[in-house]
Nanobody
Framework: VQLVESGGGLVQPGGSLRLSCAAS????????MSWYRQAPGKERELVAT????????NYADSVKGRFTIARDNAKNTVYLQMNSLKPEDTAMYYC????????WGQGTQVTVSS
């Protein structure tokens, strides 16, 4: 099983980034997928979730209206489009797959700074 995140980097406040998570080794289309983040000295927090079929999404209040989670089951990939980024969005972002079993990626760093 592998979850490989990409797309992180340094961006100025107000900017955008698109994170990707490529999955392999399990039946991706059957799993709910989520993005979590963890800032230094803070607990890991749930950012967004998308159901296995893609019909249902949920977001943390702190990112509603700015972030969008999407998935492409044909490509075994989940995305997180992040707009209007703020310094408080700075964190390591992790991809998560859940259906009974839980899988995690290694994370991709997002830094929002001028």
């Amino acid at each position: 099983v592998q979850l490989v995140e990409s797309g992180g980097g340094l961006v100025q406040p107000g900017g955008s980034l698109r994170l990707s998570c490529a999955a392999s080794g399990f039946t991706f289309s059957r799993y709910d997928m989520s993005w979590y983040r963890q800032a230094p000295g803070k607990e890991r927090e749930l950012v967004a979730t998308i159901a296995s079929g893609g019909s249902s999404t949920n977001y943390a209040d702190s990112v509603k209206g700015r972030f969008t989670i999407a998935r492409d089951n044909a490509k075994n990939t989940v995305y997180l489009q992040m707009n209007s980024l703020k310094p408080e969005d700075t964190a390591m972002y992790y991809c998560n797959a859940r259906r009974g079993a839980v899988f995690w990626g290694q994370g991709t760093q997002v830094t929002v700074s001028s």
